[in-house]
C-alpha cells in the first residue's frame, strides 16, 4: 500500500461526519497538501493526474472523502487515525491546520463517469506524525501584564 507525507488542512477526520459542501449527506473529509517531489511519487504509484487539484496560489492537493454510508446504505467507518508511536488516536483531539500526516493510500479504478478508467486515491489510514493545534487558544495573563502578544 502507498504511504506519503503531507500537510494537512481542513482535516474533518476525527469523529462523527461532518454535513458535505452540498448539504445532501455527511461525510470525513481532508485536504492533503503535497510537495512536487511527493505529487511526482503519487503519479507513480498510478494515480491519475485528474485527483491532484492546484489552489490559485500553486498549491498542490489530493482531497480525500468518505461518505458516511457506503453504497449498500450501511455506515461506513471513520477513517483509522494513529498518532506518531502508533497507536489509536484519541478520538477527540482535532487535526489542525499545518498537521504533518503520512497517508496510506490504496488505487481504486473508476469504473463510472467522467473519470471512468482513471486511478483514485482512496484514503486508507492517516498518522499524526506533527500535530499543529486545531484553532488558536487565548493568551494567558499569568503575571497581570499589560500586552497580550
Known sequence: MPMIRATARWAKVVGDPQLSYDKLSKEWTIDCELDDETVEKVLQDGCSPVYIKERDDGTKFIKFTRKEKTQAGEDAKPYRIVDDKGKPWDGKT?????????????????????????QKPSLMAIQVWKLESYGEDFPVNEDGEESWD
Open 94 to 118: 482535532l487535526i489542525g491546520n499545518g498537521s504533518i500526516l503520512n497517508i496510506k493510500y490504496a488505487l481504486n479504478d473508476v469504473t463510472m463517469g467522467k473519470n471512468k478508467g482513471a
